[in-house]
Antibody
Framework: QVQLQESGPGLVNPSETLSLTCVVSGASISNYYWSWVRQASGKGLEWIAFIHYTSGSTNYNPSLRSRATISVDTSKNQVSLKLSSVTAADTAVYYC????????????WGQGTLVTVSS | QTVVTQEPSSSVSPGGTVTLTCGLSSGSVSTDNYPDWYQQTPGQAPRTLIYNTNIRSSGVPHRFSGSILGDKAALTITGAQADDESDYYCVLYMRDASRVFGGGTKLSVL
């Protein structure tokens, strides 16, 4: 059974860099695409980025491309997201999910981690 | 930037049928967009209902079905139940491999 567990700082100062990790169990991180999705309170889901380690493929939401970096650490079987120059608008629950690509959907999802941007 | 459109809200009576739609601000949705549908209740992670237009995820009741209706993707709930009251999101896959979520539909069962 594939399980994902996100973790993050909880609170980040404005203008700093947010760093999140998602530890994957039950599957090799090398074999799949992995995406980050976020959701501000009371708002909808927003796809941030995906990565596929084996092919080296990454893709970003155009609105976040300049600030987001997704990466994989195969030794820890985890996927990470860094988001720079954060503002209050980046306050959200951040989810990681296995991304089965076109025709496969997202799943499973982690339970999400809340990040608040505030001084 | 691509905008995926969904009805902000919809309602259905218990036992009734409702169709939620997922469109594009410019252009038509087709099977080439591989539309997926997710259900989300407050405080929970999304749950996959439908992927690749019309394939039900494991364990999803048969009352949920996906299709293309005209120029939009559609999620139909036939025989709605009280616990179907949730937020529903579609996601489309674009030519550049990016994924775009719709704004979500809040479904009331009343």
């Amino acid at each position: 059974q594939v399980q994902l567990q996100e973790s993050g700082p909880g609170l980040v100062n404005p203008s700093e860099t947010l760093s999140l990790t998602c530890v994957v169990s039950g599957a090799s991180i090398s074999n799949y695409y992995w995406s980050w999705v976020r959701q501000a309170s009371g708002k909808g889901l927003e796809w941030i980025a995906f990565i596929h380690y084996t092919s080296g493929s990454t893709n970003y939401n155009p609105s976040l491309r300049s600030r987001a970096t997704i990466s994989v650490d195969t030794s820890k079987n985890q996927v990470s997201l860094k988001l720079s120059s954060v503002t209050a608008a980046d306050t959200a629950v951040y989810y990681c999910a296995r991304d089965l690509g076109r025709g496969g959907g997202f799943g499973p999802w982690g339970q999400g981690t809340l990040v608040t941007v505030s001084s | 930037q691509t905008v995926v459109t969904q009805e902000p809200s919809s309602s259905v009576s218990p036992g009734g049928t409702v169709t939620l739609t997922c469109g594009l601000s410019s252009g038509s949705v087709s099977t080439d967009n591989y539309p997926d549908w997710y259900q989300q209740t407050p405080g929970q992670a999304p749950r996959t209902l439908i992927y690749n237009t019309n394939i039900r995820s494991s364990g999803v009741p048969h009352r949920f079905s996906g299709s293309i209706l005209g120029d939009k993707a559609a999620l139909t709930i036939t025989g709605a139940q009280a616990d179907d009251e949730s937020d529903y999101y579609c996601v489309l896959y674009m030519r550049d491999a990016s994924r775009v979520f719709g704004g979500g539909t809040k479904l009331s069962v009343l």
